[in-house]
């Protein structure tokens, strides 16, 4: 070490241990054939969802999606019963009725953006 605290090879004083001896590093470059995990496409049965479609007049809209056809029964019914104690309501305000029906539907279906339709929008004003 000299007088300015480093050693004759020109590290700072201290770094005796940092010293690292080369190692071999093997990279191997052999690639598989086929990898199943990014080829495998879903299936269209995995793919299909039952989508709730609210229509009024000629406006059509997805309520919402289900992975069943039984949720989405439920939810069809829910919202049919919602419409139904609120149908003086909707009367008297002269609003149109909105009517539900049950449609099988993919992913790639849906609009750009979609988000699932409140139930009771029609009371804050906004049907669609």
Known sequence: MNATGRHASG???GT?????????VSISLH??????SFEKSPSRA???SWAVIATIGRVVRVADIHPSH?????????????VRAYLG????C????????????TRAQLPRGWRPLPALGFLN???F
């Open 89 to 92: 309501f909707l009367q008297r």
């Open 16 to 24: 005796e241990s940092l010293a690292v001896a080369p190692r071999a």
């Open 94 to 105: 002269e609003q149109p009725v909105p009517r539900y029906t049950i449609r099988a539907m």
């Open 11 to 13: 590290r700072p004083a």
């Open 70 to 82: 039984t949720r989405a029964e439920a939810d069809r019914a829910w919202r049919e019963q919602q």
């Open 46 to 48: 995995e793919d299909r």
């Open 125 to 127: 004003g906004r049907m």
């Open 31 to 36: 690639m598989p054939e086929k990898i199943s």
